[in-house]
C-alpha cells in the first residue's frame, strides 16, 4: 500500500513539475508577445534543461526559442545565437510548419528590435562624443567607437546567418507543405474509393473535386468535405456516436469520425486545423469518457463493438 502511495506521489510530482515548466514557457511567450521585457526571466533556462530531456518537440523548441530571446535581451549574443539555432533545428525536425512559422516570425521580431537598439546606441554615442570633447578624452572616445563598431559588425553578422537560416526554414516548410497535402489528397481519395466501392456506387466527379479543393488548401475545411461523405455511406454509424456519447465536445467528435478512417495524427491535426498535441489529448480525453482501460487501445473499434 505505502508503495502505491508513493508512486501515487511521484507521479502528481512529475505531473506537478510538466505544468509549471508548460506554464513557465507560456508566460513567457505571452510577455515576450505584449513587447515587455524579459531579460530578468531566467525560469525560462530551467524550462529548457527540463524539455530537454522529454519527447515534447513544440515545449522543447519554445524553450530553446525564449531562451535565446531572453539572452538576446541581456546582450548576450553569443548564446543567444546558440539557443536560437537550437530553435531552428528543433522545429525542422518537428515538421510542424505551424511550430517552424512561430520560430521564423519570433526571429524577425528580434531582427527589428537590433534596428531600434541601434538608432539608440547612436542617439547615445553622438551625446558621449560631446562630454569626451568637452573633457579632452579623444583617446576613450577612440576606443568606445572602436568596441561599438566591433560590436555592431558582430550583430550584424549574427542576423545574416539567421536570415539565411529563415529563409532556408521557409523554403523547407513550403516543400514540406506541398508534400503533406499531395500524401493526404491521396490517402484521402483512397477512403473515399473504399466508401463508393463498399457501397456499390458509381465514383462522383462533383465529390472527388471538393474533396480535392479542399485538401489542395483551396478551400476552409477538408473534415467537413470528408464528413458529409462519410455521412452519406454510414449514416448509422454518425447517430450511433452522437446518440451514445452526448458528452463527446466538438473536436473530440472529430478526431472520433476521422479514428474512422486510417488517418495518422498528423493528418487528423491538419485536416481539424489544431496541433497533434491537441489531438492527442482530445484522443486521451476520449478514451477516459468511453471508460476505456486500454491506454493505446483502438478507439474504432471500441466504438463499433459498443
Avoid at 576613450?140 to 572602436?146: D, I, N, R, S, T
Avoid at 539567421?162 to 489528397?185: P, V, W, Y
Wanted: aromatic share 8%; with cysteine.
Amino acid at each position: 500500500m505505502a508503495f502505491v502511495l508513493i508512486c501515487l506521489l511521484a507521479a502528481c510530482n512529475v505531473k506537478s513539475d510538466i505544468d509549471n515548466m508548460e506554464r513557465t514557457v507560456l508566460e513567457i511567450e505571452g510577455k515576450f508577445s505584449r513587447g515587455e521585457d524579459i531579460s530578468q526571466d531566467t525560469s525560462i533556462f530551467q524550462a529548457r534543461r527540463y524539455f530537454n530531456l522529454s519527447d515534447d518537440a513544440e515545449m522543447k523548441t519554445l524553450s530553446a526559442l525564449y531562451s535565446g530571446c531572453v539572452y538576446w535581451q541581456q546582450n548576450n549574443y553569443d548564446s543567444a545565437m546558440a539557443a536560437l539555432n537550437e530553435a531552428i533545428v528543433l522545429a525542422k525536425s518537428s515538421e510542424d510548419i505551424k511550430l517552424m512559422e512561430k520560430v521564423q516570425t519570433t526571429i524577425s521580431t528580434l531582427n527589428s528590435d537590433l534596428d531600434h537598439s541601434e538608432n539608440m546606441i547612436s542617439v547615445f554615442l553622438h551625446r558621449r562624443k560631446i562630454i569626451i570633447i568637452i573633457s579632452l578624452a579623444l583617446v576613450a572616445l577612440v576606443g568606445v567607437v572602436f568596441f561599438l563598431l566591433y560590436r555592431s559588425a558582430q550583430k550584424r553578422a549574427t542576423i545574416a546567418e539567421l536570415n539565411l537560416d529563415i529563409s532556408r526554414l521557409q523554403q523547407e516548410s513550403e516543400a514540406m507543405a506541398e508534400t503533406n497535402r499531395d500524401n493526404l489528397f491521396r490517402k484521402v481519395m483512397m477512403i473515399y474509393k473504399v466508401f463508393l466501392i463498399g457501397e456499390n456506387k458509381d465514383i462522383d466527379k462533383p465529390s472527388f473535386q471538393k474533396l480535392k479543393s479542399c485538401v489542395c488548401g483551396q478551400a476552409d475545411s477538408a473534415y467537413d468535405v470528408i464528413f458529409d461523405e462519410y455521412c452519406k455511406v454510414y449514416p448509422d454509424v454518425v447517430q450511433h456516436i452522437k446518440d451514445n456519447q452526448p458528452s463527446l465536445s466538438e473536436t473530440e467528435f472529430k478526431v472520433c469520425i476521422l479514428s474512422m478512417m486510417p488517418f495518422s495524427v498528423k493528418e487528423v491535426a491538419e485536416m481539424t486545423k489544431v496541433s497533434t498535441a491537441m489531438v492527442g489529448k482530445a484522443r486521451t480525453s476520449i478514451r477516459k469518457k468511453l471508460g476505456m482501460t486500454e491506454a493505446r487501445g483502438s478507439i474504432e473499434d471500441y466504438l463499433m463493438n459498443s
